[in-house]
Antibody, heavy 118, light 108 residues
Framework: EVQLLESGGGLIQPGGSLRLSCAAS????????MSWVRQAPGKGLEWVSTITGSGGSTDYADSVKGRFTISRDNSKNTLYLQMNSLRAEDTAIYYCAKKGVGYYYEDWGQGTLVTVSS | SYVLTQPPSVSVAPGKTARITCGGN??????VHWYQQKPGQAPVLVVYDDSDRPSGIPERFSGSNSGNTATLTISRVEAGDEADYYCQVWNGISDDVVFGGGTKVTVL
């Protein structure tokens, strides 16, 4: 059974930094691209970033480019999202998601809440 | 950037059919995926690649895609189908993932 468990969320002041983690189990982690998708309170889903299975290629939404960095440690089966220069509009539940063969997400974690506020 | 347009809400009586549309420029040329999200829960993939269902998803959920509109159809709607539904595509031009704004399905 695929399990994705996010952690690292919390309350952070504007301009601050936070690192999210996603511990994966139940599948061959290094074989799958992974993404972060966020959802602001009461709003829809927004793709944030994707990393290939090897970690050699990454993509970012324009809204986070230059501020967020996605990475992975395949020896630890863990996905990360380093978030810098946080803004109020980054407040959201952050989900890690396992990409399928195509460009869809077949498994999701339960999410971790990030609140950016003074 | 590529935009996906969904109606904010759809209401349907139990046992009837709900159709949720997802509009986009020439969306028929892309693969469309659909997610169900119930309150307080993570999204669940219900249809991928326009019309395929993951294992465990009832046959009542089906999808189609042509021209400028993709459609998720829920047949014989049940109370448990009440949720938000999101369409999603990959935009190869800008190499990013795009979600529709979501449709809230209410079972009357």
């Amino acid at each position: 059974e695929v399990q994705l468990l996010e952690s690292g969320g919390g309350l952070i002041q504007p301009g601050g930094s936070l690192r999210l983690s996603c511990a994966a189990s139940g599948f061959t982690f290094r074989s799958y691209a992974m993404s972060w998708v966020r959802q602001a309170p009461g709003k829809g889903l927004e793709w944030v970033s994707t990393i290939t299975g090897s970690g050699g290629s990454t993509d970012y939404a324009d809204s986070v480019k230059g501020r967020f960095t996605i990475s992975r440690d395949n020896s630890k089966n863990t996905l990360y999202l380093q978030m810098n220069s946080l803004r109020a509009e980054d407040t959201a539940i952050y989900y890690c998601a396992k990409k399928g063969v195509g460009y869809y997400y077949e498994d999701w974690g339960q999410g971790t809440l990030v609140t950016v506020s003074s | 950037s590529y935009v996906l347009t969904q109606p904010p809400s759809v209401s349907v009586a139990p046992g009837k059919t709900a159709r949720i549309t997802c509009g986009g420029n020439n969306i028929g040329s892309k693969s469309v995926h659909w997610y169900q999200q119930k309150p307080g829960q993570a999204p669940v993939l219900v249809v991928y690649d326009d019309s395929d269902r993951p294992s465990g998803i009832p046959e009542r959920f089906s999808g189609s895609n042509s021209g400028n509109t993709a459609t998720l159809t829920i047949s014989r709607v049940e109370a448990g189908d009440e949720a938000d539904y999101y369409c999603q595509v990959w935009n190869g031009i800008s190499d990013d993932v795009v979600f529709g704004g979501g449709t809230k399905v209410t079972v009357l």
